[in-house]
């Protein structure tokens, strides 16, 4: 078999505020949330979406995560978080800014943030309090 159409076109996620039951690729909806004109997805509510990567992303705000399938952590739930090298910056990440996760999957993402923010998550992922 050959491949002669290389193209690959995906339907528009949209700028909706609230997003429920959808698949969403990470990568486009922070390419759709650019060429609107934001820097990050912010004040958004996503129920029961799957979001795939590869993607890291940097919660802000006041965004929370409630029943959420984090993904695969492959027997250790520090393989899910990545600590910033830098003392300001951290570049390639997906910024999520008061956002709402509630009921949702995530597969091949990963997470980032201050200290105290991996410690609290990785706590959170492991079941134990911070």
């Known amino acids: 078999m050959q491949i002669t159409d290389t193209s690959l076109t995906l339907p528009i996620i949209g700028p909706d505020p609230t997003y429920e039951d959808r ?3 990470l990568p486009q909806l922070t390419i759709e949330a650019a060429q609107a004109g934001s820097a990050m997805i912010e004040g958004k509510t996503f129920i029961n979406c799957r979001f ?4 890291v992303l940097l919660p802000l705000g006041r965004t929370s995560f409630s029943n959420c399938n984090l993904g695969d952590s492959m027997g250790d739930a520090r393989n899910l978080l990545l600590k910033p090298m830098g003392a300001a910056k951290v570049t390639g990440i997906i ?3 008061d956002c709402t996760f509630e009921g949702c999957a995530f597969f091949l993402v990963g997470f980032t943030g201050p200290d105290a923010f991996l410690e609290q998550f990785q706590a959170s992922l492991e079941g134990t309090p911070a």
């Open 23 to 25: 698949h969403i690729w």
């Open 52 to 55: 795939e990567g590869p993607a």
């Open 95 to 97: 910024p999520v800014r």
